[in-house]
């Protein structure tokens, strides 16, 4: 293990911010990071997954902690399901792509999410109909303060919208080093409920799609809406979906009749905050070297060059206009650090 002062983090962050850690240390094995931990047990810790979650509005004042834990096994199997066993510093979009080429089926619709294994869990990451909390099956991770690592189950994670434990009672105190999913091996349960999907199969002549097919089809729609971090600077999805009461929302309907939802429950609906972002204005529209995507309004980017500091601004300024033009508050989905 080599500890680098003063590196830089804009390779390893997807918004390509210019940002430095006081002390880098790439981690490629438990072990390594029991050892470091209990050497550097005194120090302010910044644990750095696949960097595609964040934005980097200062420098770390701290030692970073890069998880590049590597390694996929299959823990568990029958002739219906498999468990598989992914380490923390995995690509997920790569782990999505393994489980295909094996015909393991549960996390397609996942296909093309960036970030890394270990950071799945702490966002409880979802798209078109799935999260991550429908195939976990329970995660290790090592506590910083003993140094000892800990599973925890589905319930004990306590998964929420973009939530678990890991973000608010345990934050901070808790190294995720890998995770185990259960996928099936055949009867694969297909979800093309969402339109984008079910538009995109029939545009590729799809009648009866396959677990392999579906994720095509997600890439397709993602790759469409979504820049590539490694063309411009972006984080994904920035904001969560605002749930609302759905008395709030007819009152809502009165005066947006067009406004897209989704029923959640007999109280809640979901809305499309990037439908929000774009009826306030903002899709396409560029300050200088950052602004709001021209293709998908959830999107901020970085056109190269542009400062952390100047997009949380732009998110705060679209906040702002979001709750007063429909008095619905919405919330970041990317850390803002």
Known sequence: MTIIKNASLQPYNTFGIEATAQEYCNIRTIEDLKTILKAQHSKSLFILGGGSNMLLTKDIEALVLHMNLKGIEVVEETEDTVIVKAMAGENWHNFVLWCLQHNYGGIENLSLIPGNIGTAP???IGAYGVELKDVFVSCEALEIASQSLTTF????CQFGYRESVFKQDLKGQYIITSVNIKLTKRAHTLHIGYGAITKELEHL????PTIQDISKAVIAIRESKLPDPKEIGN???FFKNPIVATADFKALQANFPEMPFYE?????VKIPAG?????AGFKGKRFKNYGVHDKQALVLVNYGGAKGKDIFELAQLIQKTIKRLFNISIETEVNII
């Open 264 to 268: 959640i429950s007999d109280h809640e």
């Open 122 to 124: 702490i966002q409880n």
């Open 235 to 237: 984080s994904g999805s």
């Open 205 to 208: 002549q799809i009648t009866q």
């Open 275 to 279: 439908w929000l972002i774009e009826k």
């Open 153 to 156: 189950s589905k319930t004990a």
